[in-house]
């Protein structure tokens, strides 16, 4: 890898209204995920038994309990199947559009499910005690119910999640805060171990190094994910002056780049635990891996280097340790569930893996 030439100078950018968007806490949890699908499946076994022990059933308890866990499941599993599907565009709603469709898409899915269950049963022999008219109401009325105590849980949910957001604002805050000394010590002990040998290689990494900085100690607390990517091409640029033909990175990227944004200095802190874990420590290390793949709803990064032990048998990568709690923490802070970060060694190497969020797309007028 050779040092290219710098590109003028770029002052960081003001996101637009559309980025804002696409970063805001979606009102709607994940709809799409397992964990939700299952608590979702649970609260419905739990209505159904509800239903099922009231007084009066009779001996066809046990019948009705698995008819109505039938009934629900298939409610639930179609309501939580649409949400996910419109999930996009039910976020940008307001809030009060937003639960009134949510309960009018309940009330929906209950309707044309009773009808169909009535046909279903009574076909195959089913002698209700009530007609189709009443069936439906009945489940109707339940659902109503059930849609209303969902809102006011929702409203409880919603005053909890400002308070947490309010102290995730101040534990970023903190975190980049750590995160940019110690950032700028290891850059200037670069340039500091240039002066002497090298000078003229030295006044180009200082300029290397303006370039990285002026992003690097940007405001903004997130930034693009080929934005990250030029950070980490700097950094790297920036240490080729110092460990020369040693440091060898085999870039692996789509043209053009994913649209997705992550926390400032996400990729640079990976990328240099490669270096100082890896191409420092070996006279002929292999080359670090970047890789970026992209999918219909997440992205992969994956960055690869040498797996060093050392003569004591253990694994030579300690301090990458507090810079993946870090990113990890930084992550759960901007994406929730929505993003990972996986480390570890595989065939040999060190990988660590990191899967964000694409941004959602803004439909236009």
């Known amino acids: 890898m050779q040092p290219s030439p710098s590109n003028p100078d770029q002052g960081p950018t003001r996101r637009d209204s559309a980025d804002d968007r696409a970063l805001l806490p979606a009102a709607l949890p994940a709809f799409c995920t397992a964990r939700v699908i299952l608590i979702t499946l649970a609260m419905g076994a739990a209505l159904s038994l509800l239903l099922t022990l009231v007084p009066g059933v009779g001996p066809e308890r046990w019948t009705r309990f698995g008819t109505t866990l039938w009934l629900v499941t298939w409610i639930a599993l179609v309501t939580v199947a649409l949400l996910c599907a419109t999930r996009r565009w039910l976020d940008r709603a307001p809030l009060a559009v937003l639960l009134g469709i949510v309960v009018v898409l309940l009330l929906t899915v209950t309707a044309v499910t009773s009808v169909a269950a009535f046909g ?5 022999g089913w002698r209700p005690h009530e007609s189709a008219g009443e ?3 009945h489940n109707l009325a339940i659902a109503l119910l059930v849609g209303l105590i969902g809102i006011w849980m929702f409203s409880l949910h919603l005053e909890n999640a400002r308070q947490i957001n309010a102290a995730a604002e101040a534990r970023l805050s903190a975190l980049h805060a750590r995160i940019r000394p110690h950032f700028l010590f290891n850059s200037l ?7 002497h040998d090298r000078p003229e ?3 180009q990494a200082v300029l290397d190094l303006s370039h990285v900085f002026r992003a690097a100690l940007a405001t903004d607390s997130n930034r693009t994910l080929a934005e990250e990517i030029e950070l980490a091409r700097r950094y790297l640029e920036l240490e080729h002056w110092r460990l020369g033909e040693r440091l060898r990175v085999d870039w692996q990227l789509p043209e053009p780049l994913p649209e997705a944004r992550l926390p400032v200095l996400t990729l640079q802190p990976l990328v240099e635990n490669a270096v100082r874990h890896s191409v420092e420590r070996q006279a002929e290390p292999g080359p670090i891996r970047v890789e970026c793949q ?5 992205i992969s990064v994956v960055i690869e280097n040498d797996r060093v032990i050392g003569p004591d048998k253990r694994h030579s990568n300690p301090g990458n340790g507090m810079a993946l709690a870090n990113i990890r923490d930084r992550l759960a802070l901007m994406f929730g569930e929505e993003a990972s970060l996986r ?3 595989v065939d040999g190497r060190f990988r660590v893996k990191l899967v964000i969020p694409r941004v959602r797309e803004e439909t236009t007028a």
């Open 189 to 195: 002990n670069t340039v500091a171990e240039l002066v």
């Open 135 to 137: 069936f439906l109401l």
């Open 120 to 124: 279903a049963l009574h076909s195959i």
């Open 294 to 298: 992209a999918g219909s709803q997440s």
């Open 343 to 345: 480390a570890g060694p």
């Open 201 to 203: 290689a030295a006044e």
